[in-house]
Each structure stands twice: as structure tokens, then as C-alpha cells.
């Protein structure tokens, strides 16, 4: 393959060739779109640092899903953003919670989308930690059962999919035990499962209200600098009956989602999240990048790292950029 014989160049001479040898192809199917929800009526919070995202009330969270839906985009991942908080982060799994209810609202206006739930404590806690807090220290063993709790609650609301995000030891167990025990054998589980301790997550916490109020999650999110150690996460989460394994962040992570796809044979999701996305709109508001190139190519980065799918903020934008072609 030398020079003058191979020339790469040939295959690259017009649109066609291209088109007949590109590797990998980003689709609106590969989608999955986060919205925040929160009480009240008529709310349309912009989320400053999310340009284009917003703290919906539950019929305009109804009206949102309406529009991803007909993008063509088969997934939503809800969070919600609770009226009051308190240590077990109650409302996490309160029947009447801001979740529950816009689960419920979702699946009987729009019933064909996937509504995928975020478990975690997190924005539901007064302390803001994914668990439960004893003195300086978040308890694993005694989180399980809440995290179990917020799971049932959400099948029962009518989820169609939980995804742990809470990286507690032990969760994806916990709750598959927990929706088998009261007939939800066939809801399946997408884990959090290579989340590292990330500070791409800022403008999500601004948006969930979200941060801890003291110390940070490094004693249960993933050290950025490990990459064996999200091996033995999937791993394991495989071995507790996780039907999909996700890593996140996407962007700083992308040698994690490849080595994942070479061991794992689960389908593999990784979230392009909140700051990888707040750092594209600001740049290119101020006219430093092409927006919407950008955006492309982070996607298509994501998918031939080897993801399956992509949860992101710019699932609705990328699907009219697909659908123009
Ligand atoms: C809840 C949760 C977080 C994100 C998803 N689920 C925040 C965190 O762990 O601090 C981050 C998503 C994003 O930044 O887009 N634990």
C-alpha cells in the first residue's frame, strides 16, 4: 500500500465515493433526549447554561416529548426537580412525585416514547449527595434500598426503562431485585456504570439543583484517571442483570467507551453531557466555531468509539440536521 500505487485520495474525490466507504453513521435512532421537570403550572424556566434546555412543568414537558417524538427520536431520559427536599430525599420515591408525574403524563399523551428515568438521590437530598449521609460519609448498604424504592416507584408510574446514576455498590442488583419482585421481569436496566467524577457535569447541577452541599462525589463517582477499574464497573453491573451499560462523560472518555465495546457484549450508551454541550453553545455564540459542525462530529466521535446509543443534549438539533441529510 505505497505511494504511487495506493493513493487514499481516490476514495475521497466526490460525495458519492465518500458516501460508499464512510465507516460509521450517526442515525436520529442512536438519540436520547434529557429533560428536567418541576412543579407548577405553565413553568418554562430557560436553563441559562443550557441554551435551548428548560424546567418544564408537566404539560409543556408533555408538549417537549410530543416534539422529540416526532423528530423521530425513540428516547427521553427524565429528571426531575423536586418542590422540597429533606436527608432521605423522600420525593425520590413518593407516588405523587414531580417524576412520577411526569412519567404518567408523558405515556398516556405520547405514548410510543421510551421514557427512561435517572435514579438517583441526588436532587432530591438536602445535602445534595447521591446517598445516604452519615456524619462526613455516604452509606452504600443503606442507599439500596432508597435507590431500589425510586426505581419501583418509577415502573409503577409507568417507566419504560430505570437508569441508575447514583454509583453506589450493588444498585443494579438491588433493583433488578426489586422490579422482579412485583412483576416488572421485563423492564430493563441502563446503568451509570463507567460515571466518573466529572466536572463536565457543572451546568446540569445548575439545572437539577443538584450540587452537594459539602465535600464533592469522589468517594463514589469513577477516578477520571482509571480505566481498568471501569472494566470491573461494567463488569459487574453485567453480572447484577444490567441490560445497558453507559459511560459518561462521552468527549473525555471516548477511549473508555472503546475499550468497553471490545468486552462487553451489552449495548453500550454514553452521555455526551451537560458541559460538553453548554461548551459548544458558548463558542459558538461567540462566533469562535460552526455550532451545528461541531455538534455533528462529536456525535459521530461518540458512535464510532463504539457506542450504541447517545444521550444528549443536542439530540433534538442533530435530528433536524439528519433529517435535511
Ligand atoms: C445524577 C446525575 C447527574 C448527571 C446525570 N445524572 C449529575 C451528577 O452526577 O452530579 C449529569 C448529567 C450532565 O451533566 O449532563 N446523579
Known amino acids: 500500500m505505497l505511494f504511487p500505487y495506493y493513493r487514499p485520495r481516490r476514495l475521497r474525490q466526490n460525495k458519492e465515493f465518500r458516501r460508499m466507504i464512510r465507516e460509521t453513521a450517526l442515525s436520529t435512532d442512536d438519540l436520547i433526549a434529557p429533560l428536567f421537570t418541576i412543579s407548577g403550572k405553565n413553568v418554562k424556566n430557560p436553563i441559562e447554561s443550557m441554551p435551548g434546555h428548560y424546567q418544564l412543568s408537566v404539560e409543556n414537558l408533555v408538549q417537549e416529548a410530543k416534539k ?178 453507559m459511560i459518561k462523560p462521552a468527549l473525555s472518555y471516548l477511549d473508555i467507551i472503546s475499550r468497553l465495546r471490545d468486552e462487553i457484549d451489552l449495548p453500550l450508551a454514553a452521555y455526551n453531557v451537560s458541559g460538553e454541550y453548554a461548551m459548544v453553545k458558548a463558542a459558538a455564540e461567540k462566533g469562535w466555531i460552526d455550532g451545528k459542525k461541531v455538534m455533528m462530529e462529536m456525535l459521530v466521535s461518540i458512535k464510532r468509539a463504539g457506542a450504541d446509543m447517545i444521550l444528549t443534549y443536542f439530540a433534538m438539533e442533530a435530528a433536524m440536521e439528519l433529517k435535511k441529510g
Do not use: W
Not at 430525599?89 to 412525585?97: D, S
Not at 449521609?133 to 409503577?156: C, F, M, P, Q, R
Not at 422482579?180 to 466536572?199: H, Q, R, V, W
Open 68 to 245: 422529540i417524538y416526532n423528530l423521530g427520536i425513540p428516547a427521553i431520559v427524565l429528571f426531575g426537580i423536586p418542590e422540597k427536599k429533606d436527608p432521605l430525599g423522600t420525593q425520590a420515591y413518593a407516588k405523587k412525585g414531580v417524576v412520577q408525574k411526569g412519567i404518567n403524563a408523558i405515556k398516556s399523551k405520547v405514548p410510543g416514547i421510551i421514557v427512561i428515568t435517572d435514579v438517583c438521590l441526588c436532587q432530591y437530598t438536602d445535602h445534595g449527595h447521591c446517598g445516604f449521609v452519615e456524619g462526613n460519609t455516604i452509606n452504600n448498604d443503606a442507599t439500596l434500598d432508597l435507590l431500589a424504592k425510586a426505581a419501583l416507584s418509577h415502573a409503577e408510574a409507568g417507566a419504560d426503562m430505570v437508569a441508575p446514576s447514583d454509583m453506589m455498590d450493588g444498585r443494579v442488583l438491588e433493583i433488578r431485585e426489586a422490579l422482579d419482585e412485583n412483576g416488572f421481569t421485563n423492564l430493563p436496566i441502563m446503568s451509570y456504570s463507567a460515571k466518573y467524577c466529572s466536572a463536565f457535569y457543572g451546568p446540569f447541577r445548575h439545572a437539577a439543583d443538584s450540587a452537594p452541599k459539602f465535600g464533592d462525589r469522589r468517594t463514589y463517582q469513577m477516578d477520571p484517571a482509571n480505566s481498568l477499574e471501569a472494566i470491573r464497573e461494567a463488569a459487574m453491573d453485567v453480572e447484577e442483570g444490567a441490560d445497558i451499560i
